[in-house]
């Protein structure tokens, strides 16, 4: 989840999410490559998709962590994953002040590699395809099952109230992992929300919309 548009004293950009993505997916092709024994395969981009799926974000950060990094913020906020505050911590580095620039080697050697004791991934496709299953089964539901509640009742609201329907705007803002933002503007008040499918983004939009006009779901 890049960070949210009224997240403004967050400490990390969109512009960071997005350099560390592109840096995090460049590093694991690298570690792909060196440790593949096999050389090009014609199966190399699943592979590296099944790689990072596997991967271990929240150990990474950890890791990071205790090596004694500057890392400003490693706790999740709203409907983030260690997988998005991984990407931001490496952005911001790579483009913070010359001093930073000098620490991101050292970020990128404490990170848990391929071939470390306890990082270590093995490249097997049923290894990832099991870890990847792994996670998905431990994933935990929406922690908020009736979200969608909001959306029905800031529509209702505008009905009742004979004002305009509430305005929408959709936007992608990261395709791997696939990450929309959508935006709703109702009675003067605008709130965003960010999610895996525009579904969720919009209900998580429209339930902050209906908490600053102190609407209540009945």
Not at 24 to 42: D, H, I, K, N
Not at 193 to 201: D, F, H, I, L, V
Request: hydrophobic share 35%; net charge neutral.
């Amino acid at each position: 989840m890049s960070p949210a548009l009224h997240q403004t004293d967050d400490c990390y950009s969109i512009a960071d999410f997005e350099i560390g993505k592109r840096l995090f997916t460049t590093y694991m092709a690298v570690q792909l490559v060196v440790t593949s024994p096999e050389g090009r395969q014609s199966n190399d981009l699943s592979q590296l998709d099944a790689l990072i799926a596997a991967y271990d974000f929240e150990e990474a950060i950890a890791a990071l962590v205790k090596a004694g990094l500057d890392v400003p913020r490693a706790e999740l906020v709203c409907d983030e994953t260690y997988q998005d505050v991984l990407y931001k911590i490496m952005g911001r580095t790579r483009l913070c002040d010359s001093h930073s620039k000098e620490s991101f080697p050292t970020l990128m050697k404490a990170l848990p590699s391929l071939g470390s004791p306890t990082g270590g991934v093995d490249l097997t496709v049923d290894t990832l395809t099991h870890r990847v299953e792994g996670k998905l089964s431990m994933s935990p539901q929406e922690p908020e099952a009736d979200i969608w509640k909001y959306t029905s009742r800031l529509w209702e609201d505008a009905q009742v109230k004979g004002v305009e329907a509430p305005k929408v705007s959709e936007t992608c803002i990261s395709n791997f992992p696939t990450k929309f933002r959508v935006t709703i503007r109702h009675r003067g008040v605008e709130a965003s929300g960010e999610g895996r499918n525009k579904k969720t983004a919009r209900h998580i939009a429209a339930k902050r919309v209906c908490q600053r006009l102190n609407i209540r779901l009945a």
